[in-house]
């Protein structure tokens, strides 16, 4: 067997990985986590200094399945965003990331989730969105399109949130979809999101082959394939590596990250500038007039503070603080005992 | 005409929210306290920001007792809309002052009360130019009144208002025009009561602090090294928070130019308990503050921390029931829901002060407890600790190492290792229910585990299997029976041959004190213990073993804690005749002894 190919911290992509997976056999939400995996490879990410958070639900289980050396917490359902705050503020040094499901963020976790995107907290926040409650069997979720009927034949009829759209309007500072069918172009926006200090939120459509793959869904493998709607190709560029071979100005543009590396986006259609808010949340609108899936880097906003740092936290981890650091001299509180005998 | 009682004296004054008395009760309250004369103040707010009714009580105790008063001595009539009450409030032979030049002077018809009246609106007008804060001034009129009748000297309230308002002479200078006003009005009528007299006690209140539970629990959980602080902002609690935001800044020393804490107002109670969770399991000093509707919201979070056993810290200012109405009204009725939070099988940890200086230490002490037992805490306040002025002596830090449990660094890691040793994260290593913990950044290959709620073995291993639960739920109680010997023991007060015992915690130990003072001088001598901490120690059993008949004074309808006494031992929870005060207002002794008295009587054999 020729020699497993390493990375810049001498790790294989072997030491990336997790236990066994217990998905549906077929399930899109592997796919994810096999990217996922590629992805902390290919950066050269210290797996113990990844922290893995997740919900309740399907998609939350699937963080036992990549990294088994990182510490993992599969919380409660729909406050992983919160529980991923708290972790944040105890050692920012570490570097978090979230999976959830569209009913652990859209419906349960909808309003954590949002206030999570307004404070801009330095998580990679991948959702695996099938439009449908796994772990329940089979309910519509809050990201079921209008006209999508459920396995038994109900047809929903309450329009979709569109979570790559709230998230921009949010604040989330890094707003990418994709689909877990499309490896090349999910795992380097997922090394992006990684390499990004803020809020990455990452909305994959991942069919559930169990409770809506069926005629009429509009999240089964066969409708979101032929519904996707590309804005670019892109590629990821470490800081280390040399760039300028895949760069061909006019048509490609590139976004720099705020570790030094680069998304190369090449122009499939129209111009495209992931900056341009207003021209992001367009593109989504008229995507979903069109019946389509719009997929790539949606938005990005390199010039946001992340929590940590609007709050000024100092360099060490709040956690690794001593008493030393935390408690005040007596004599502090013998003048604030003699502020109170006024 | 009785002769007036030496500082014993109990007024009430009634006015707005919103208009400014609060301001005005300060400085008389710390008037009397700078008198040295024993005091305390009651404020019985609404859950309203301008207009609705207030009373705010203040009382000087020769004696030194700080709980309310049954009587009022004095009314401070400056409510129009609560007059008509207010008026047969007072006690017989009572005072009344009101400001004669509105319309309320036509309402007042109750005999047995002297009455004094003075011209507050008129005599504000001609001193205070026309303005928004005009009405307010208005406030400080009854502040000069009061002192002239009962003896407050002039030099005093100046000295008050320097320590209040040091920097803002101006401000100094319009409150004293319109407190003198009233001191002279009065002065000029001749006006005289009988009633009580207020005279300095040198050195009487030398060394003592004025302070509220809130912030006494603030100062104490960032001398506890509190790190991580999320919170949403709820009476009575929010005035907790509030402390440490204004104490962090001013107490941690900056650490690369850059603080040392993080202060998070949380989207809602789901969220701050969340991010306590979520920081306790990375390792940091976490808690949060809230009352009871925060509690039922927090509820699926404080399960998960107590399966997942990740140190967190609760403080609870209990107040009324839920919604609207009561929440800025006294309470201690979230014992049942503090201590049996969440879903599954739970039981938690609860410190319960009693004081100032206790708020403040257990408040500090939360978070060893936290750490050595790996547990949600609860610290068990209410509003009338939290946010009553309360005087005290000054707070006291014991100095002690941080407490940090059973954290394994990496170096412990690679000592382990050596020794053959294996971490495993949910295993009673030590036969005492609590279990090694490591936290993430921790770079020891074996530091890392999975953390899940109720779905794991030993080695935090997925599992659904039966004798892996049964094991995390067995170790989990056996971890509790541990922290029983560990939790701060009752203060006990007892003497040989008493036969009768009473029982109570928090906020209820300044009543039950004046209570047993009033029981012992008709005749029922009696010993006491304050419990401060679940779940109960073997002191709590043997003082009920020890009396024949045993009182347990709590603020809630249902009994709360004398349910979790039964609970543990039936047989001796059967001796507990329950006194439960639940009106909301903080508890007074004459409530104690009449219900004690009651059930006395009730309770004597029948002669034919």
Redesign the interface.
Same mark, same amino acid.
């Given at each position: 067997m020729a020699d497993a190919k390493v990375n810049r911290l001498n790790l294989t992509e072997k030491d990336y990985d997790g236990?066994p997976s217990t998905m549906c056999r077929g399930c899109g939400h592997d796919a994810i986590s096999a990217s996922v995996q590629r992805a902390y490879f290919e950066n050269s990410i210290d797996p113990?200094?990844v922290?893995? =958070?997740s919900g309740i639900g399907c998609s939350s289980k699937t963080?036992?399945y990549f990294l088994?050396?990182?510490? *993992?917490?599969? @919380?409660?359902?729909g406050?992983m965003?919160?529980? &991923?705050? *708290? @972790?944040?503020?105890?050692?920012h040094? /570490?570097l978090p990331i979230g999976v959830s499901g569209d009913g652990d963020t859209s419906a349960i976790g909808l *309003?954590?989730f949002?206030?999570m995107m307004r404070?801009n907290i330095n998580i990679t926040y991948i959702i695996e969105n099938n439009g449908v409650y796994g772990l329940t069997k089979g309910q519509f979720s809050a990201t079921a399109d209008v006209g999508s009927v459920m396995k038994g034949g109900k047809v929903n009829d309450i329009p979709a949130i569109d979570l790559a759209e709230l998230a921009i309007t949010l604040g989330a500072t890094y707003v990418a979809r994709s689909f877990s069918g499309d490896r090349k172009q999910l795992t380097p926006l997922v090394q992006g999101a990684l390499s990004h200090k803020g809020s990455a939120i990452l909305d994959v459509i991942s069919p559930c082959v169990t409770f809506n793959n069926h005629e009429g869904s509009t999240k089964s493998l066969k409708y979101v394939k032929g519904h996707l709607d590309p804005i670019h190709d892109l590629d990821f560029v470490p800081p280390y590596e040399n760039i300028e071979a895949d760069y061909e100005e006019g048509t490609d543009h590139q976004v720099e990250m705020h570790d030094g590396s680069r998304i190369i986006l090449h122009k499939l259609g129209k111009d495209y500038d992931p900056t341009n808010r207003a021209q992001a949340i367009q593109a989504i609108h008229g995507s979903i007039a069109e019946g389509k899936f719009l997929t790539g880097l949606i938005y990005y906003n390199p010039n946001r503070k992340e929590f &940590?740092e609007e /709050?000024? =936290?100092?360099?060490? @981890? =709040? @956690? %690794? /603080?001593?008493?030393d650091? /935390?408690?005040?001299p007596?004599e502090? =509180? %013998?003048r604030?005992?003699a502020d109170?005998?006024? | 005409m009785d002769t007036p009682l030496i500082n014993d004296l109990n007024i009430c004054v009634a006015t707005e929210n919103g208009s400014g008395s609060a301001s005005s009760n300060n400085i008389l309250f710390k008037a009397i306290f700078k008198m040295g004369i024993p005091c305390s103040s009651k404020n019985m707010f609404p859950s309203n920001i301008q207009g609705l009714p207030t009373w705010y009580q203040i009382r000087a105790s020769a004696d030194g007792y700080l709980s309310r008063k049954d009587v009022i001595d004095v009314m401070v009539m400056f409510n129009d809309s609560t007059a008509a009450k207010d008026i047969y409030r007072v006690r017989d032979g009572g005072l009344i002052l009101y400001d004669d030049s509105t319309a309320l002077a036509a309402n007042l018809k109750r005999d047995g009360v002297q009455y004094v009246g003075f011209p507050a609106n008129k005599l504000v007008a001609k001193l205070v130019p026309a303005s928004p804060i005009r009405a307010k001034q208005r406030n400080m009129v009854y502040v000069g009144a009061l002192a002239y009748l009962f003896g407050i000297d002039m030099s005093v309230i100046k000295a008050v208002l320097e320590d209040t308002f040091g920097k803002k002479p101006a401000v100094i200078e319009s409150n004293l025009i319109c407190i003198d006003a009233g001191y002279q009005y009065c002065k000029e009528q001749n006006f005289k009561q009988n009633i009580a007299r207020l005279e300095p006690i040198p050195n009487g209140n030398k060394g003592k602090i004025i302070t509220e539970g809130n912030t006494a629990a603030a100062l104490g959980a960032i001398y506890g090294g509190a790190s991580v602080i999320c919170w949403y902002p709820i009476t009575p609690s929010s005035s907790l928070a509030e402390a440490m935001e204004y104490y962090l800044p001013r107490l941690r020393k900056p650490k690369d130019g850059k603080k040392t804490y993080a202060i998070v107002q949380a989207e809602d109670e789901i969220a701050s308990a969340g991010m306590i969770v979520g920081a306790g399991w990375a390792g940091a000093r976490a808690m949060t503050s809230t009352s009871g509707p925060g509690v039922s919201l927090m509820n699926e979070s404080i399960g998960l921390a107590y399966f997942a056993e990740i140190p967190s810290v609760f403080f609870i200012i209990q107040r009324g029931g839920p919604s609207t109405g009561l929440p800025t009204r006294t309470q201690q009725s979230d014992i049942s829901l503090m201590y049996g939070a969440s879903h599954g099988d739970t039981r938690h940890l609860m410190l319960i002060p009693h004081d100032m200086n206790s708020c403040f230490d257990l408040a500090r002490q939360s978070f060893n407890f936290a750490d050595r037992f790996q547990t949600p805490v609860f610290v068990a306040m209410d509003l009338d600790l939290g946010m009553n002025l309360w005087p005290s002596e000054p707070l006291k830090l014991h100095q002690e190492p941080f407490d940090l449990g059973k954290r394994l660094t990496a170096q412990d890691l690679e000592e382990w290792t050596k020794a053959g040793k294996k971490f495993r994260r949910y295993f009673d290593q030590d036969g005492d229910g609590i279990p090694y913990r490591t936290v993430p950044g921790n770079q020891n290959r074996m530091a890392s585990y999975f953390t899940r709620g109720s779905g794991h073995d030993a080695d935090a291993r997925y599992s659904e299997d039966e004798h892996d639960y049964k094991y995390i739920l067995d170790r989990l109680r056996k971890k509790f029976e541990t922290a029983r010997k560990f939790v701060p023991k009752p203060i006990v007060e007892k003497e040989r041959g008493v036969k009768t015992g009473i029982i109570c915690y928090g906020s209820s130990y300044e009543p039950v004190r004046e209570a047993r003072d009033r029981l012992k001088a008709r005749g029922l001598k009696t010993n006491h213990l304050l419990i401060r901490a679940l779940p109960l120690t073997s002191e709590v059993m043997d003082f009920l073993a020890e009396h024949e008949t045993i009182y347990l004074v709590e603020q809630n309808r249902d009994a709360q804690m004398a349910a979790i006494i039964k609970d543990e031992n039936p047989e001796l929870g059967a001796k507990i005749v329950s006194v439960l005060i639940y009106n909301g207002l903080p508890t007074t002794a004459g409530e104690v002894v009449a219900q004690i008295f009651d059930a006395a009587q009730s309770a004597q054999p029948k002669t034919a």
């Open positions: 236990a113990r200094k922290v893995k =958070l963080p036992a088994s050396q990182s510490f *993992g917490f599969n @919380a409660v359902h406050r965003s919160a529980v &991923a705050t *708290g @972790a944040n503020l105890a050692n040094t /570490l *309003g954590n949002c206030h404070r &940590a /709050l000024n =936290l100092c360099d060490m @981890a =709040l @956690a %690794e /603080l001593t008493q650091d /935390l408690q005040p007596l502090a =509180l %013998e604030i005992n109170m005998m006024k | -």
